[in-house]
C-alpha cells in the first residue's frame, strides 16, 4: 500500500513516488505551510529537478500536490524559496491579491557539460492562486551568474528596515547577501564566509534570520555543507551574529552544526512565520542517498524542529527540538515508574509501535556512560548513547540493519555535549527508518537513517547506575 511499504517513515514528509533532496520554497500563507521538494519524478534517483509540492495545515501531515516547477530551457529548477509580495513589489500580483514569488536556481545541464562557468542562474516564478500554478517570468534569469561554477540556492527574505529584499546565495566558498526592490532586480550588497567556519566542501542552501535571545536581535546564518561535515559527507552549519542590510558580521569564530547526524542536510527555514522559526532539513547525505534500500520512492524530511537561541559557556548557540505540533499525533503517553527506574539497571520494554517518541533526562552527577537500544528479533540493534570519557553524544548504526548498499555509509556518528547541565536530556524521535537525537534541549543533535530486517520492537536503557530522573514513551499515530 502506498505509504505503507517497506522503510517508508510514518512520521515523516516523504514523496508519494520517486526522488527527493532538497526542501525548498518553505512558507506559511493563509493557514498553510508549503513545502516544495527537489524532486525527479521519472525515477528514484537524482535526475533533471523539478519542484515537487506538499501543504499541511500543522507542519505534520502532508498532502502533495501537483509538480510546481517543471524543467525548461533554461535548465533544471534547483533550491530556493518562496515569499508572499504583499506590497506587490513584482508587480505580478495586485494589492489585494499578491503573488507568491518563486526564487531559484535554473541550472543548465548543456552549459555545464560544455565546460561553461555560468551555467546556474537565479530566476523567479510566481503564484496567483496560492501555490497550486505557476508562471515563469519572461525575462528570466534575473540574476546572472558573474563567473562563478557554484553559483545558487537563493533564500529571500523582506528586509522590512530597509525596505528591501535580502537574498542570500551559496556561492561556492562563500555566502553572497544580494538586495532588490522588486525581486527582478539584484545588487551585490556583500560576501561572507571564506575565511569562517568549515570549509570540505562546497557551500549551499543558505538561510539568514533573526532569532532574540532575553529581548535582544540576533542573526542567524545557516550554511549547508557537502562534503566536510562533522561525520562525513553532507551537514548543515550555523553562525550567530549581526546584519545590517548590507553585510552578516559573526559575533564568535567557532564552528557550530545544527545536526551532527550523518542525515540532515540542505534544511532551512519557513517564512512568513513571524517571531516563530521553524527548520527543516533533508533526512538524507550525499553520500549514499541515491543507494539507500527503498524502492518506490526515495529520502524524506526530517521532523519540523523550532528554533530558540541558547547562551552556554560563554558562546551563543541554536537549539533545535521537535515542534510541539507533534503532539498532534501522540497516542498515548506512558511515564515509567521512577521507582522502577531508580532499582534497575536494565530497562527493558517491548514496544508495540512505530513510530515513537522517547523522552528521557538522566541525572548526570556521576557521568558515566549511559545508552538507549532498539533492536528487533532479526539480531539487529540501534545504539545512541553518551560516551562520558569524551563527553559526546553518539548514534551507533553498525548492526542496525542493511548498510552494504554503500561503501561511504558511515555507521558511527558524534555530536560533543555542549551543555554544562547536571541533567541530561534525551528526546527521541524514532519512525521506521530514522532516528532523530536531540540532547540538552536540542544544542547536541544528531539524526540517521537505518535500514532493519524487520521494524524494531523492543527498548533498553544502559544507564550503568546512572539516575534516569524520568522516562516517557509516546507512541505516535502514522500521518498518512
Ligand atoms: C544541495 C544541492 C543544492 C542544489 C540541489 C540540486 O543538496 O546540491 O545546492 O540546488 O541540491 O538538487
Excluded at 19 to 32: E, F, L, R, S
Excluded at 97 to 119: L, R
Excluded at 272 to 282: D, Q, S
Aim: net charge positive; hydrophobic share 35%; charged share 20%.
Amino acid at each position: 500500500k502506498l505509504y505503507h511499504e517497506p522503510y517508508r517513515p510514518q512520521a515523516h514528509f516523504s514523496p508519494k513516488t520517486m526522488w527527493t533532496n532538497d526542501p525548498n520554497g518553505m512558507v506559511y500563507y493563509k493557514g498553510t505551510y508549503h513545502l516544495f521538494f527537489q524532486h525527479y519524478p521519472k525515477a528514484t534517483v537524482w535526475g533533471p529537478m523539478h519542484w515537487g509540492h506538499a501543504v499541511s495545515k500543522d507542519l505534520i501531515h502532508w498532502k502533495q500536490m501537483p509538480i510546481a516547477l517543471y524543467p525548461d530551457k533554461l535548465g533544471y529548477i534547483f533550491s530556493g524559496s518562496v515569499v508572499v509580495d504583499e506590497n506587490n513589489t513584482s508587480g505580478f500580483g495586485t494589492k489585494g491579491k499578491p503573488a507568491m514569488v518563486a526564487i531559484f536556481t535554473h541550472h543548465d545541464p548543456k552549459g555545464e557539460k560544455s565546460g561553461s562557468s555560468v551555467f546556474q542562474n537565479q530566476s523567479i516564478a510566481y503564484s496567483l492562486d496560492e501555490g497550486a500554478t505557476w508562471t515563469k517570468y519572461a525575462a528570466n534569469p534575473v540574476l546572472k551568474n558573474p563567473g562563478i561554477k557554484d553559483f545558487r540556492d537563493p533564500k529571500v527574505f523582506w528586509y522590512a528596515a530597509g525596505n528591501k529584499w535580502v537574498m542570500s546565495l551559496a556561492t561556492k566558498d562563500r555566502i553572497t547577501f544580494y538586495s532588490s526592490p522588486n525581486l527582478k532586480d539584484w545588487k551585490k550588497e556583500s560576501d561572507f564566509g571564506q575565511m569562517l567556519g568549515a570549509h570540505g566542501g562546497v557551500w549551499e542552501c543558505p538561510d539568514l534570520f533573526p532569532l532574540k535571545l532575553n529581548g535582544k536581535e540576533y542573526w542567524v546564518l545557516l550554511v549547508s555543507i557537502n562534503p566536510g561535515g562533522p561525520n562525513g559527507g553532507s551537514a548543515t552549519q550555523y553562525f550567530v551574529g549581526h546584519f545590517d542590510g548590507s553585510k552578516f558580521i559573526p559575533s564568535s569564530n567557532q564552528t557550530k552544526w545544527i545536526d551532527f547526524g550523518p542525515d540532515n542536510y540542505a534544511g532551512v527555514t519557513w517564512g512568513n512565520t513571524g517571531n516563530r522559526k521553524v527548520f527543516l532539513g533533508w533526512m538524507g547525505n550525499w553520500f549514499y542517498a541515491n543507494d539507500v534500500p527503498t524502492l518506490k520512492w526515495r529520502n524524506a524530511m526530517t521532523i519540523p524542529r523550532e528554533l530558540s537561541l541558547k547562551l552556554t559557556a560563554g558562546d551563543i548557540w541554536l537549539t533545535s527540538t521537535p515542534v510541539e505540533e507533534l503532539d498532534k499525533i501522540v497516542t498515548k503517553t506512558i511515564k515509567v515508574d521512577a521507582e522502577l527506574l531508580a532499582k534497575n539497571n536494565n530497562i527493558f520494554s517491548v514496544i508495540k509501535q512505530t513510530p515513537t517518541q522517547y523522552t528521557l533526562k538522566f541525572n548526570t552527577k556521576a557521568v558515566k556512560d549511559y545508552s538507549v537500544m532498539l533492536s528487533n528479533d532479526a539480531g539487529e540493534a540501534l545504539v545512541v548513547g553518551y560516551d562520558a570519557k569524551n563527553s559526546r553524544y553518539y548514534i551507533d548504526r553498525t548492526k542496525a540493519g542493511q548498510n552494504k548498499f554503500s561503501k561511504q555509509f558511515m555507521p558511527k556518528a558524534y555530536a560533543p555535549r555542549l551543555s554544562t547541565s547536571l541533567t541530561s536530556d534525551f528526546e527521541l524521535v524514532v519512525d521506521v527508518s530514522s532516528i532523530e537525537l536531540f540532547a540538552d534541549g536540542g544544542l547536541s543533535n544528531l539524526t540517521g537513517v537505518f535500514f532493519p530486517k524487520k521494524p524494531y520492537n523492543r527498548l533498553s536503557i544502559i544507564n550503568n547506575g546512572m539516575e534516569i530522573e524520568h522516562l516517557q514513551i509516546q507512541p505516535l499515530k502514522s500521518i498518512w
